[in-house]
């Protein structure tokens, strides 16, 4: 437990976030900052826990870019909150759902964060995402694991109506997710 | 590109899900009463029609849940999708009447 109460600076495979100028795509990528991700299983959850409304659609996320919450299947969400948080986020969490049989695994280490946005955005996921991604098919607040090329990922849509996207992958992938989404980006940026 | 429909995540592409083969097949109460020749049977002999089959399928790329699906072996077409421990509407008799 001493790792999880005190925690050190992490190096990030990708680097330290920076911001870079959009290229001629017009589609921002960025490394995430480190952040604290909480994977929760409970089959019979009730309402909420610890503020966090559980009793929500599959495949939707709430909250905002401080803390979210996506219900990834029936018994499954990944909550993402900031670093220094964790350990009272699930220790709040683990109190409210005491006596239910339940699963809370803190994950901050396993995923990495990307954040996507610009008009074009979803051209570039698209490249390596099977999935949907229109208005009709993937609205703001959805959230659900998919794949990206070879990797899994965990695509979530924020809230608002211009496209910003938070592609979240294991740490071994992120440097194959990250070069991906480059490489797809320049491509929406050179396409005719 | 194939869609299935996860009975929870709804349409998906077919590249986010695992076949589990054979659906529906029960665990023999009492494995110690059986024969080898039974036991064999139960894990080894599946059925391979040339038509509708009834598999499990998993959506290991989404919500990881697994379910049960119809499937027309002939034409890869995905009939009707079910939770596991339901039993699907349609079955090889009510299609060969539609
Ligand atoms: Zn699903």
């Given at each position: 437990m001493l790792e999880v109460r005190y925690r050190t600076a992490r190096a990030l495979p990708l680097g330290r976030p920076e911001t870079t100028a959009p290229d001629r795509s017009g589609i921002l990528i960025r490394p995430a900052d480190a952040e604290a991700r909480l994977t929760l299983r409970v089959r019979d959850p009730g309402r909420s826990a610890a503020d966090l409304l559980?009793?929500?659609?599959?495949?939707t996320v709430a909250g905002d870019e401080g803390r979210w919450i996506a219900?990834?299947?029936?018994?499954e969400w990944l909550i993402g909150t900031a670093e220094y948080e964790a350990d009272a986020l699930a220790a709040t969490i683990a109190a409210d759902l005491a006596g239910k049989a339940h699963a809370l695994v803190d994950i901050s280490h396993r995923n990495v964060g990307i954040d996507l946005s610009g008009a074009h955005a979803a051209i570039a996921l698209n490249a390596g995402c099977?999935?949907?991604?229109g208005e009709a098919g993937f609205p703001e607040g959805s959230a659900t694991r998919t794949l990206l090329g070879k990797a899994e990922i965990v695509l979530i849509r924020r809230p608002g109506p211009s496209p910003r996207y938070r592609v979240e992958c294991w740490r071994s992938f992120a440097t194959y997710v990250h070069g991906f989404l480059q490489e797809a980006a320049f491509g929406v940026g050179h396409g005719e | 590109m194939l869609l299935i429909a996860c009975p929870y995540c709804g349409n998906r592409p077919e590249t986010e899900f695992r076949c589990g083969g054979q659906a529906h097949i029960a665990r023999p109460?009492?494995?110690?009463?059986?024969?080898d020749d039974a036991w064999s049977a139960h894990l080894f002999v599946r059925a391979n029609p040339r038509g509708i089959h009834a598999e499990r399928w998993c959506h290991a790329h989404g919500c990881g849940r697994w379910f049960n699906a119809l499937r027309d072996?002939?034409?890869?077409?995905?009939?009707e999708t079910y939770p596991v421990g339901a039993q699907p509407s349609r079955s090889i008799e009510t299609e060969a009447r539609a």
């Open positions: 559980l009793d929500r659609p599959i495949n219900r990834l299947g029936p018994d099977p999935l949907d991604l | 109460a009492d494995p110690t009463a059986l024969d072996t002939v034409s890869d077409r995905f009939l």
